[in-house]
């Protein structure tokens, strides 16, 4: 059954002309900004329907379609039947292309054209053909059938309206973007519908056919926020160690692979904290686990089919040439330690099922059961609000001023982080630069007190070895040991700060670069949270006129848009966290490792 079409936007303002007089089309177009949106202040009773494609003899105004010759816009489809109501209005049926010339132009319309005639158009009435897809849910209305005429009402005192009810509109409309975070997400559904919740018997006696335990709602995927908001921590915080990497072959060498030895290491005081925590690790603190490239984006990808609404930590590039390089598997080793490491501190992927068995399993038969089970989850998408529980009035109103200041926070510090990169690449360049030229003095040096490439005929040392013409000569001796020490200084220098820009260095600029995007990366969170607020406002902006209606219940919606909210700031609280801690520790690990290597420079 299709669903109602959108309520018509009130009326907008009309198009008026400025003083200027347009003599030509080309200066029409130089005017065009000209155009104003004026509201008619004084009222007057409803004049006699006007034809859409005429107007009256008294009207002045030039229609749109007498000034623009030529319009450029955006293509765009109707998706439902709509009849102007004056002349202004542009009439079209479902699934003609139209040529929107200016988008919201008032509240609600847009101007557009349609075979040489322009007009005013509803927006919600069309989409545009770059954003066309098939909707979920959503059919076009029919065109409406005539009624008796009893029920008929002049249009001299009320127009008939094509729309459906204000309550359908806003509990029935979808947005028309279906690539929207906001869709994709789950958060649409959710708000709308509420999704089947795994709590009710009968859903859940039903979903557990032959995969039992998969469609269990266990502890794990019941999450908890606590006032501010944020997350309320129910594992004990551990550390994840990648390395060892290793090249392994399989069907006789047909096939090649790098693993990883994965360790991870718990703080055994920090249990007394968390004692859920205690079967997260069935061999105490430790455990060391094998785990492939592959495995690794297995568990990327579950991660976000489980949990749309967080915005995970990108995985390394793959890359095929070249992969066997011990280089490049340094490189990759250490951004998966740094992946890995973000989902252990985030507050609830840290005690999911699927990180702990990634972490734990060693059994390969196991692993591939324990596979099985987590792509056949249930709890995916929508499912995941189900099982939020939070404190109620948690957030006031959608807190939407957080997010806008979040959202410019994130804007700016995307737009100067190219600074931060390109200033580090050439500190560790010079860097570089300068063990370089330690070791050229130190082997020009070499090269003076040994006479090294002299050429013939020409001596640089006496009998003794030391750097001059005299034999037995003590001073010259003495000197030429001391200059030998000091190139073997220098040297040690330059190993010194070529390995500090190795170990500490390179980590300092990767660091740097994993927050390039705040904005991009985190802008989900915003689609997110601005999509919840918008429908928030809706219902509460028509909270007066549907609560009489008994098959809208208002406070429903409103609380799990509060749910979204809820979710919403407490990843943006998390992020705020995570971000202070990485650069904190990265700025101390860079001081610490110039403080080491000055120190080691000092004993030298």
Avoid at 55 to 76: C, L, M, N
Avoid at 89 to 108: M, Y
Avoid at 185 to 206: C, K, Y
Avoid at 251 to 277: A, D, M, P, Q, R
């Amino acid at each position: 059954m299709s669903k109602v079409r959108p309520v018509v936007p009130p009326k907008p303002a009309r198009l008026s002309i400025g003083p200027k007089k347009r003599d030509t089309i080309s200066s029409a177009y130089s005017t065009y900004s000209t155009y104003s949106i004026t509201e008619s202040i004084v009222e007057s009773p409803p004049a006699t329907p006007v034809s859409p494609n005429e107007k009256t003899a008294d009207d002045k105004t030039p229609r749109a379609s007498e000034i623009f010759t030529q319009p450029v816009g955006r293509q765009a489809r109707a998706l439902y039947n709509f009849e102007g109501e004056s002349y202004q209005e542009l009439s079209f049926k479902a699934g003609d292309v139209l040529n929107v010339l200016k988008e919201r132009l008032s509240e609600g319309w847009s101007l557009a054209e349609k075979d040489g005639i322009t007009g005013l158009v509803p927006e919600a009435y069309i989409t545009y053909t770059t954003e066309f897809a098939e909707l979920h849910n959503l059919a076009l209305s029919p065109t409406l059938s005539c009624e008796s005429d009893d029920s008929m009402v002049s249009s001299t005192t009320s127009p008939i309206s094509n729309g459906p009810s204000r309550s359908s509109t806003i509990l029935g409309r979808r947005q028309l973007n279906r690539f929207s975070w906001f869709v994709t997400t789950g958060v649409e559904e959710f708000i709308l519908s509420g999704g089947e919740l795994f709590a009710d018997s009968d859903s859940a006696n039903e979903s557990k056919g032959d995969n039992e335990e998969g469609d269990e709602i266990t502890e794990s995927d019941k999450h908890y926020i606590q006032s501010g908001p944020s997350w309320h921590e129910k594992a004990v915080l551990f550390k994840v160690i990648v390395h060892n990497p290793e090249k392994r072959v399989k069907l006789g060498g047909v096939s090649e692979y790098t693993i990883f030895y994965v360790t991870s290491l718990v703080n055994f005081s920090e249990f007394l904290l968390f004692h859920i925590c205690f079967e997260c690790f069935p061999n105490g603190v430790r455990v060391t686990v094998e785990r492939r490239f592959s495995q690794f984006e297995w568990l990327y990808n579950r991660l976000s089919a489980k949990f749309g609404a967080f915005v995970l930590p990108p995985l390394p590039e793959k890359q095929y040439s070249g992969r066997f390089n011990e280089e490049f598997i340094e490189k990759r080793r250490r951004a998966l330690e740094r992946f890995i490491n973000r989902l252990a501190r985030h507050p609830v992927i840290r005690y999911s099922d699927l990180l702990t068995h990634f972490l734990s399993c060693e059994d390969e038969s196991e692993w591939r059961k324990q596979e099985k089970r987590f792509e056949s989850d249930k709890i995916v998408g929508h499912a995941f609000f189900q099982h939020v529980y939070h404190p109620e009035f948690n957030v006031d109103d959608g807190e939407i001023e957080t997010m806008e200041r979040f959202e410019a926070h994130a804007r700016a510090m995307e737009k100067l982080m190219p600074w931060i990169n390109e200033a580090s690449q050439a500190h560790k360049d010079s860097l570089d630069e300068m063990q370089h030229q330690y070791r050229r003095v130190s082997f020009a040096l070499l090269r003076l007190i040994t006479g090294h490439n002299s050429g013939d005929g020409f001596e640089s040392t006496n009998e003794d070895g030391a750097w001059c013409w005299r034999d037995g000569c003590y001073a010259c001796l003495s000197l030429t040991k001391a200059l030998q020490s000091t190139v073997e200084s220098m040297q040690t220098i330059a190993d010194l700060h070529d390995s500090h820009a190795k170990e500490a260095v390179i980590p300092w600029i990767e660091n740097f670069k994993e927050h390039n995007y705040p904005f991009s990366n985190n802008e989900p969170l915003v689609d997110m949270h601005t999509g919840a607020y918008k429908k928030f406002k809706e219902v509460s902006e028509e909270n007066e006129s549907l609560q009489h209606l008994g098959d809208v219940d208002i406070e429903t919606i409103r609380s799990r848009c509060d749910t979204v909210f809820n979710v919403t700031l407490a990843e943006v609280d998390r992020i705020h966290d995570e971000r202070v801690q990485d650069f904190r520790e990265n700025t101390k690990q860079y001081l610490d490792g110039q403080i080491e290597v000055y120190e080691k420079v000092f004993i030298s």
